[in-house]
């Protein structure tokens, strides 16, 4: 942290708070939100197969796993997306996939996961995206486009070993990065207003 902020110095940058993501009120409010989620249904339980690193003995997060691009036929790229054409896709999806760890090649085995509903909500996400005004046309465009071709249950969970916060009532299943990190905004939103008596949240949402 304290290196971080010393080369952002370097450069003029300065921060009205600078916090991290694994912070107890990012935990908090991922957990709350996680769990307001599961009482409105939002939330489902499902066994998929995984890739599975029989020389590390783990199952492989996205970015621990490498391959070709199944759009583009671009080599070496991760497990989530390919950095060439853009394209989104599961790790599954990948050509030639190898460990990024061992360089071996992976086994699928089942594994429990936690997916968000995320079609349920296809109206409610176009709707504000194009009347909240918060949205620039060119991500509009690009946004719509995914909820016309279809959005899929979000896989929000990772196996043990990961890093983070662990999922409420699980020993080995974690949230997966992209769940909690942009809560972890919130959080270093709510951090900063305790940092200072005049600051709540209501005065940022009430401005």
């Known amino acids: 942290r304290k290196n971080h902020l010393a080369d952002f110095e370097q450069f003029g940058i300065e921060f009205d708070e600078y916090y991290s993501t694994h912070s107890p009120e990012n935990k908090v409010l991922s957990e709350t939100i996680f769990n307001h989620a599961v009482d409105k249904g939002a939330i489902q ?4 197969e995984q890739y599975f690193s029989e020389a590390e003995a783990i199952f492989l997060p ?4 490498k391959g070709t691009c199944p759009k583009c036929g671009a080599e070496d790229q991760y497990g989530d997306a390919c950095e060439v054409c853009g394209t989104v896709y599961a790790p599954t999806d ?3 996939p190898v460990c990024a760890l061992s360089g071996t090649t992976p086994i699928l085995k089942e594994s429990e996961h936690y997916f968000f509903k995320l079609p349920s ?5 176009k709707e504000w ?3 909240s005004g918060a949205v620039q046309d060119d991500v509009k ?3 719509l486009e995914w909820i016309e ?8 969970s990772r196996d043990a070993p990961y ?3 662990l999922i409420p009532g699980t020993t080995d299943k974690y949230f997966y990065v992209w769940m909690d990190a942009p809560i972890g905004y919130l959080a270093s939103l709510e951090h900063h207003c305790q940092q200072h008596d005049d600051l709540t949240l209501d005065t940022f949402w009430n401005p």
Not at 45 to 48: E, L, W
Not at 121 to 125: H, N, T
Request: hydrophobic share 50%.
């Open 62 to 65: 996205d970015r621990f796993i």
């Open 45 to 48: 339980k499902r066994t998929i």
């Open 163 to 165: 890093f983070g916060f």
């Open 141 to 143: 465009a690009k946004a």
């Open 121 to 125: 909500f296809s109206a409610e996400i």
């Open 94 to 96: 990948l050509i030639d």
């Open 149 to 156: 071709s279809g959005l899929k249950d979000w896989d929000i």
């Open 129 to 131: 995206i194009l009347h």
